[in-house]
C-alpha cells in the first residue's frame, strides 16, 4: 500500500467517525449513517489495497 493510499484510507476513516459522532450528539441520524458509510469505505480501500500489497509480493 503507497502511502498515499494509506493516508486516504486513514483520513475516509477518521472523517467518519467525526460525523458519527457529531451526529449522535446532534442526533442527527443521517449525519450518523454518513459517517459510518465513510469509515466502511476507508476499511475498504484499506483491504483492497492490502490485497493489492500481497500480491507484489
Known amino acids: ?6 493516508m486516504k484510507a486513514a ?3 477518521a472523517t467518519g467517525k467525526v460525523k ?3 451526529g ?4 442527527n441520524e443521517k449525519l450518523e449513517a454518513e459517517g ?18 500481497s500480491f507484489k509480493k
Open 1 to 6: 500500500m503507497s502511502a498515499g493510499d494509506k
Open 20 to 22: 458519527e459522532g457529531v
Open 36 to 53: 459510518k458509510l465513510d469509515q466502511a469505505k476507508g476499511a475498504a480501500r484499506q483491504g483492497v489495497e492490502d490485497v493489492k500489497d
Open 24 to 27: 449522535k450528539a446532534t442526533d
Open 11 to 13: 483520513a475516509e476513516k
